[in-house]
Every structure is written in structure tokens, then in C-alpha cells.
């Protein structure tokens, strides 16, 4: 699955209609009301923001949704959800803010906006992988934490904490599941 570590947005305009669309980091959906409030000050003319996110939740599990804010049922949050799902994306938000032109677009015409808008901005996105880490406490003696953060940075693990005493150090680490095998290994 990609992701994305930054915002991205793009506008294009169909029939005079300006669609405005931006794709934003959402890991759990913590971000996705403060973003959405946002674009509603900065763009208190607009006539319609469109939503849709798709986040893993603790489970592990997809959790999506998607709001056609005014627009005709199913013309719009929903052929926006598509795209993050066709593009195999995650833990992101997307909101399209429509100003609307004066042009009625019709059901087909809608989908094909917001639908071009919101790949509009993904083509322009910086798409990374995702990483599924894990936490984890090992045990490591004194003779073997300088190898053992070599290691750590190999497998690109991250030190979360670490408590020493007389004979080594505990380690809190967050990882991906099978590096933090191989470091239990090593």
C-alpha cells in the first residue's frame, strides 16, 4: 500500500467549475476534522467539500468513508473513495472543495470531475511505501549494543527507549515485524 508524509493539492476547472482537490496525511483520522474546518475558512465561498479517507485503524483494519456534502447521492464522495482505493492508498484524506460555475455538470459529468480531480492531485503526490511497525523490549549485554545499533539501522528500526544497568541495557523498539525477528536472533 503508498502513503504520503506531506499535502498535496491541484485545481482544475470543468464548465467553470473549479475543483480544488487536496490529499493529506491521515494516520487514524486525527487529522481529517482540523483539515476539513481549514479549508472551510480559507475557502468560505466554495459551494461543496467533498471527503474520503481511508486509514488502518489499531487492528490493523481498513476503515473508509466518504461524504458527498450537497452534491447528488453517490456523484462524488464515493468515486473520490474509488480512486484512493484504485491507487492502492492509505492513511490519507482527501477533500475537493467545488466552486461552482453555474454549469449543472449532471450525475456522469460529476463523477468524472471529481474523479479527474482527485488524479489530478495523486499524480502530482509524492507516494511512498507504507510500513506496518511494531513495538517490542529486547535485552542486549554490553558486548553486543554497538553491533546491535548497527543493526538497528540496517533494518531501519527505530530506539524508542533504553534503560541500562550493570549488565546491558533494555531496549524499546518500534520495527517491522520480521526485522525485529531477526534482531531477536542475531
Same mark, same amino acid.
Given at each position: ?18 475543483? &480544488?482537490?487536496?490529499? %493529506? ?6 487529522? %481529517?476534522?482540523?483539515?476539513? +474546518?481549514? *479549508? ?8 461543496? #467539500? !467533498? $471527503?474520503? #479517507?481511508?486509514? /488502518? ?5 481498513? @476503515? ?15 468515486? $473520490? ?10 492513511? @490519507?484524506?482527501?477533500?475537493? !472543495? ?6 449543472? *455538470?449532471?450525475?456522469?459529468? *460529476? !463523477? ?20 506496518? *511497525? ?9 558486548? +553486543?549494543? $554497538? ?7 540496517? %533494518?531501519?528500526? %527505530? ?12 531496549? /524499546? ?6 526485522? &525485529? ?6
Amino acid at each position: 500500500m503508498l502513503t504520503i508524509e506531506q499535502d498535496f493539492y491541484s485545481e482544475i476547472e470543468i464548465k467553470k467549475s473549479k475543483f &480544488i482537490s487536496y490529499i %493529506f496525511p491521515n494516520k487514524n483520522n486525527q487529522n %481529517f476534522d482540523i483539515y476539513l +474546518n481549514k *479549508l472551510k475558512t480559507e475557502h468560505y465561498k466554495a459551494k461543496h #467539500f !467533498v $471527503t474520503a #479517507f481511508r486509514y /488502518k485503524n489499531s487492528y490493523k483494519q481498513i @476503515i473508509e468513508g466518504s461524504s458527498d456534502n450537497g452534491e447528488p447521492r453517490g456523484t462524488s464522495g464515493k468515486p $473520490t473513495l474509488n480512486v484512493l482505493i484504485g491507487n492502492n492508498l492509505i492513511d @490519507i484524506g482527501v477533500i475537493t !472543495v467545488r466552486y461552482f460555475g453555474g454549469t449543472k *455538470l449532471g450525475t456522469g459529468g *460529476l !463523477v468524472s470531475a471529481y474523479s479527474d480531480a482527485i488524479h489530478s492531485t495523486i499524480k502530482i503526490s509524492h507516494l511512498i511505501q507504507t510500513r506496518d *511497525l511494531i513495538e517490542s523490549e529486547l535485552f542486549i549485554n554490553y558486548k +553486543n549494543i $554497538t553491533r546491535f545499533k548497527a543493526l538497528i539501522n540496517k %533494518f531501519n528500526c %527505530f530506539i524508542l527507549n533504553e534503560n541500562f544497568n550493570e549488565t546491558g541495557a533494555f531496549f /524499546k523498539i518500534s520495527c517491522e515485524e520480521q526485522n &525485529i525477528f531477526q534482531l531477536k536472533n542475531y
